[in-house]
């Protein structure tokens, strides 16, 4: 095979790299690492089940990383989760935080235009209680920015969720965590479903 000489010269030298600690993993993931993802997160991390799964595209490679972490050491309990995060080693994680960074995020098309008219209101100019600009924090479509995560073009259902769970739950360890959830207690239910609802628009 005419391509193994290659392939097996960047193990080597990748696993240098590792040992010397000095750079970052760059290697893509393996067909069969990115296949313990793709029944949930989809092949390029767009969900093919929206209403249960998160889309990992575009999402930034260092929020990602953490989440996993976050998942293996119950910080963030979810039961799946933890299960494919005891399997994944730092590179792995690293491998796959960067893959799906550089995918792109499709959007949802517009589903209810009053409430997602509220969504905008909220996301652009902060709530009726007195939080935050989304915007403020996510950037001014909703992108990312270190150190705030990406949250343009996720579904609906799952924003929702987790917007419920910030404000909620009693407390976080994580001052980013705790950070969101001052921003979630400021919001009305209408409004959590509104800004959810227009952020899956969002391309
Ligand atoms: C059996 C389904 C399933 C599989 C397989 C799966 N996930 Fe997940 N993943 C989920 C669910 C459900 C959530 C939402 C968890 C929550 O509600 O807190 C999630 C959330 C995540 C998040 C957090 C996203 C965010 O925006 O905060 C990351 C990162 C993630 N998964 C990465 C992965 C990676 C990488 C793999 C493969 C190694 C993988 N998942 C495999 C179901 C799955
Ligand atoms: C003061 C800055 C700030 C503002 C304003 C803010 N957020 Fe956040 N948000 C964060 C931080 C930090 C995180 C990461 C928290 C973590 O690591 O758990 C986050 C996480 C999130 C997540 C989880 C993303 C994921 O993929 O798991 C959602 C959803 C979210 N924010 C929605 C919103 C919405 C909607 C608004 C506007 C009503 C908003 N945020 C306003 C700082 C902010």
Redesign the pocket.
């Known amino acids: 095979m005419h391509t193994a000489l290659p392939v097996r010269r960047t193990i080597a030298a990748l696993a240098l790299t590792l040992a010397s600690g000095a750079l970052p993993a760059l290697a893509a993931p393996s067909a069969a690492?990115l296949q313990?993802?793709a029944?949930?997160?989809g092949a390029t991390g767009n969900t093919t089940a929206a209403a249960?799964?998160?889309n990992?595209a575009g999402?930034s490679a260092a929020?990602?990383e953490l989440?996993?972490n976050n998942?293996r050491n119950g910080e963030?309990p979810?039961a799946?989760?933890r299960a494919?995060a005891e399997q994944?080693t730092g590179p792995d994680m690293r491998e796959?935080a960067a893959f799906?960074a550089a995918q792109t995020a499709k959007a949802q098309a517009p589903a209810d235009a009053a409430l997602e008219r509220l969504g905008r209101q909220v996301f652009e100019h902060g709530s009726a209680g007195g939080a935050p600009a989304c915007a403020s924090c996510h950037g001014p479509q909703g992108h990312g920015q270190q150190p705030f995560?990406r949250i343009a073009s996720?579904p609906a259902g799952?924003t929702l969720?987790?917007l419920k769970v910030y404000h909620d739950a009693p407390k976080f360890n994580h001052p980013l965590a705790t950070a969101m959830k001052q921003v979630a207690v400021k919001l009305s239910d209408k409004e959590m479903r509104a800004v959810s609802a227009y952020l899956a628009t969002l391309p």
């Open positions: 690492l313990r993802c029944a949930c997160h249960l799964y998160p990992l999402q929020y990602i989440q996993l998942f963030r979810h799946q989760m494919v994944l796959l799906y995560p996720q799952y969720e987790q």
